[in-house]
């Protein structure tokens, strides 16, 4: 990995809108980090989302979340106004003093812990937030982490090891650091101010500084450095899924591929998944096991179905985490019963599918009452040709 050039080419940018000119969109996130940052320095955080606050504070993180790609196609920000953001706000300002302080210099195994459960009390602000969309709020207000986006995921993956935002790729991002802190913080450039356009005295983070050289190594590892390749990812097939998405990745070996079974791993899920909606389109029609049908549609935070009220986008973490429990517990786990059980009982143990999905992917405690989805996540993956129904079982194909 090539770290300068990295850094040079996402300040540089690839295309006039992007960049450190205060016009290109990469710089909302100088203008949304300043905005909450400067809470920080006042010592006033808490009054983030008082009367007077909220509704630049929804702006501002709202403008920078678009500008950060995360208003696009159907996903469900775009369904919302600036106001839906009140709760994520809210739990912002409740946040401890300690938790804006972090940054990749001090990821020590008490800070790790603390950055994961500042992630799980924004998924409990809004239910159904990606590791995307978590840690992009993250970047923006606290400057903490990078943002695991797909570009970031990818870079990571290849220089590190680990694409998915949790406790072990963020000690494996504390040993980058230590190891290339010199270089790094050189790129510690200033934010820019809105109204002038002009250089700050505010630095970035050196968590930011991290996304920008792996969101470039992630760039030209999935596009393959061609000015015609990163062209063509921008551009969107019939049914709506990326030029690049459409390509089939390497697959993982798994437990079941020293078996002999050709798997689709947890690398594997999502463009398998991608890949039957650009067959049937955008929405589409998904079998229900007992007969019927529910629609599911495909966004860039993952799938929307008609079938779950309160929070109808599942994450690609969920299909994800559940291919990974699968491969681990030999191609098989239980569905779990969450009608009847809570988080941690026999019937929704951490090693059933639903009871896997509400631990993992939405930080949820044993004890606690647990959201059901795994319908349609069950229904997904056996329309995907991922998995077959076992009673009560979910089985992996092979």
């Known amino acids: 990995m090539n770290i300068d050039a990295n850094l040079r080419a996402y300040l540089d940018g690839p295309t006039p809108a992007d960049g450190r000119t205060p016009d290109a969109r990469y710089a909302s996130f100088d203008y949304c980090f300043n905005y909450f940052q400067a809470f920080r320095d006042s010592g006033n955080t808490a009054t983030i989302a008082n009367p007077d606050n909220i509704q630049m504070s929804c702006l501002q993180l709202g403008f920078y979340l678009a500008s950060w790609g995360m208003l696009r196609g159907s996903s469900e ?3 919302r106004s600036a106001r839906h953001l009140t709760l994520i706000l809210q739990a912002i300002a409740s946040m401890a003093p300690r938790l804006w302080e972090i940054d990749a210099d001090t990821y020590t ?5 603390r950055l994961l459960e500042q992630a799980a009390i924004l998924r409990r602000a809004n239910g ?5 969309l978590v840690t992009k709020v993250m ?6 982490v990078p943002a695991f986006d797909t570009n970031v995921g990818a870079g990571l993956k290849r220089v590190l090891g680990v694409a998915r935002f949790g406790p072990e790729a963020l000690r494996r991002i504390a040993a980058f650091y230590r190891q290339n802190s010199e270089l790094l913080d050189r790129y510690r450039v200033p934010t820019l101010e809105f109204v002038s356009g002009k250089p700050t005295e505010r630095l970035y983070s050196r968590a930011k500084v991290i996304d920008m050289a792996f969101f470039s190594e992630g760039m030209t590892d999935a596009l393959g450095g061609s000015g015609e390749v990163r062209r063509r990812s921008r551009e969107s097939s019939q049914a709506g899924v990326p030029w690049a998405t459409e390509r ?15 798997v689709v791993g947890p690398t594997r899920v999502v463009d398998t998944i991608k890949r039957r909606f650009a067959v049937e389109g955008p929405s589409a029609r998904v079998p229900l096991i007992k007969g019927g049908h529910f629609t599911a549609e495909i966004t860039d935070e993952g799938i929307r179905v008609d079938n779950l009220d309160k929070q109808p986008v599942l994450p690609w973490a ?9 491969s ?7 569905r779990g019963d969450a009608m009847n059980h ?37 229904c997904i993956l056996i329309w995907a040709g991922i998995c077959r129904h076992s009673r009560g079982e979910l089985v992996l194909l092979g």
């Open 109 to 113: 195994e008490a800070n790790i812990e």
């Open 248 to 262: 089939a990745p390497a697959m993982r070996t798994t437990a079941l591929g020293h078996q002999g079974f050709d």
């Open 342 to 378: 809570k988080l941690g009982e026999d019937e929704l143990s951490v090693d059933s599918v639903e009871g896997h999905i509400a631990a993992t992917v939405y930080g949820q405690r044993r004890g606690e009452s647990v959201f059901r989805r795994v319908t349609p996540v069950a």
């Open 139 to 144: 970047l923006g207000v606290f400057g903490s």
């Open 77 to 79: 920000l775009l369904q």
């Open 328 to 334: 681990r517990n030999g191609g098989r786990a239980s």
């Open 318 to 326: 969920v299909f994800e985490e559940t291919v990974a429990l699968l």
């Open 128 to 132: 159904g937030m990606s590791d995307t």
